[in-house]
């Protein structure tokens, strides 16, 4: 994996009237901490981490945090928060990490090829949409793919038989599925509700005169007006 350079200013004040001054200037707020890193408060442009949050590995991508007093951090992207309706990027978290320590992460996981088994009318479940993995920092990949092709209805693929790069250990049990051909539901949810011909009604309309039952309307009929 590439390290990705993103520049940073220390930060002075804080609060909100000191981010909408920096955020008009073209800044958002940061910070950056680590087990050995006390909080730091520093500045970045949005649209510099756009680029990496873009970029093949987004949100697992490693960043040398480069300050301007010459300092230097690795860092990965913790969080990030856009604002609800501009839908721009107005806060980031940045976490230090070490290239010779193992990080925890989730990657991106997909499924190629058209199951045997959805040929045949099955359905392909996805169980994850990414996986967690341990692995030092620049060996992350990008994206981890199986090929279910072969998968034919009602088999499974286990995270045993994920073919992963050398280092990267699936943090999942071996017998973990993380994708199924499903058998195709019978009958959908309007069709389960049809009564079946010759079938009772749910409830008879009650008859002429009857009282009504507790806590219910009396019939049409009976209403008399108030004079």
Do not use: W
């Amino acid at each position: 994996m590439e390290i990705i350079k993103l520049n940073a200013t220390r930060r002075e004040e804080s609060g909100k009237s000191a981010s909408s001054r920096l955020r008009r200037a073209g800044q958002i707020p940061a910070i950056a901490y680590g087990r050995e890193l006390a909080p730091l408060s520093v500045a970045v442009s949005p649209k510099a981490l756009l680029q990496v949050l873009g970029s093949d590995h987004g949100k697992n991508s490693v960043v040398e945090l480069a300050i301007e007093n010459g300092e230097t951090l690795t860092v990965m992207v913790r969080d990030y928060d856009y604002h609800p309706v501009s839908r721009e990027l107005v806060h980031a978290d940045f976490i230090q990490v070490k290239l010779d320590q193992p990080v925890d992460v989730h990657v991106p996981f997909r499924c190629v090829g058209k199951p045997k088994g959805v040929v045949t009318g099955g359905v392909l479940q996805q169980i994850f949409r990414t996986i967690p993995v341990r692995c030092l920092p620049e060996k992350i990949p990008s994206f981890i793919e199986i090929d279910v092709t072969e998968l034919d209805l009602g088999e499974s693929y286990k995270a045993s038989g994920l073919n992963l790069p050398e280092g990267v250990k699936a943090l999942l049990s071996d017998d973990q599925t993380i994708a199924v051909v499903n058998a195709p539901e019978k009958a959908g949810p309007e069709e389960e509700a049809k009564p079946a011909a010759g079938a009772p009604a749910a409830a008879a309309a009650p008859a002429a005169g009857a009282a009504p039952a507790k806590g219910g309307a009396a019939p049409a009929g009976d209403k008399k007006d108030k004079k």
